[in-house]
């Protein structure tokens, strides 16, 4: 299957940004390690990363007819963003939300996501083992 990876803001700063919240992974690292997960094999997977919210829903849109499924951590926006929301409802894809940390854990505004219920399904707190359990969920539901 073609699986889209799609990361939201401040994600390209994986490594460096807060790592005793979001570990010491760049997000190269987490990509590298989840090509070399055997349940990654039967698959092919692009990652993509944008600072940009319009950036987002035009890569949501331009998924179409490409990718059979969408991993997405939609960053910050998972709270506010009912364009991604709608950009998610939109596309015929199943799509699957995910974050490296527990937001149900963390302050209140990030226990809200705007985009989980458009999804499939959300995982949340098991660092880069979440896209890995991602694939899986995805994939299983594909
Ligand atoms: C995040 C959680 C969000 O609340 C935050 O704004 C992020 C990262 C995560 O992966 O844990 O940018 O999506």
Redo the contacts with the bound molecule.
């Keep these: 299957m073609k699986i889209l990876v799609i990361n939201?803001?401040?994600?390209n700063l994986l490594g460096i940004r807060e790592p005793d919240v979001?570990g010491t992974d760049t997000l190269e690292d987490i990509e590298n390690w989840l090509d070399n997960q055997s349940e990654a094999s039967s698959h092919e997977i692009n990652w993509i990363q944008s600072n940009h919210e319009g950036e987002l829903i035009d890569q949501l849109h331009n998924s179409i007819g490409k990718f059979d499924g969408i991993i997405f951590?939609?960053?910050?926006y998972?709270?506010y963003s009912y364009a991604l929301r709608d950009a998610v409802a939109s596309i015929p894809i199943p799509t699957i939300e995910?974050?490296?940390?527990d937001?149900n854990q963390?302050e209140g505004f990030?226990k809200i996501s705007v985009i989980k219920d458009k999804c499939i399904g959300q995982i949340?707190g098991l660092g880069k083992l979440g896209y890995l359990e991602a694939l899986k969920a995805l994939t299983n539901y594909i």
């Design positions: 939201g803001p401040n994600l979001y951590n939609p960053g910050a998972t709270h995910i974050h490296l940390s937001i963390r990030r949340c």
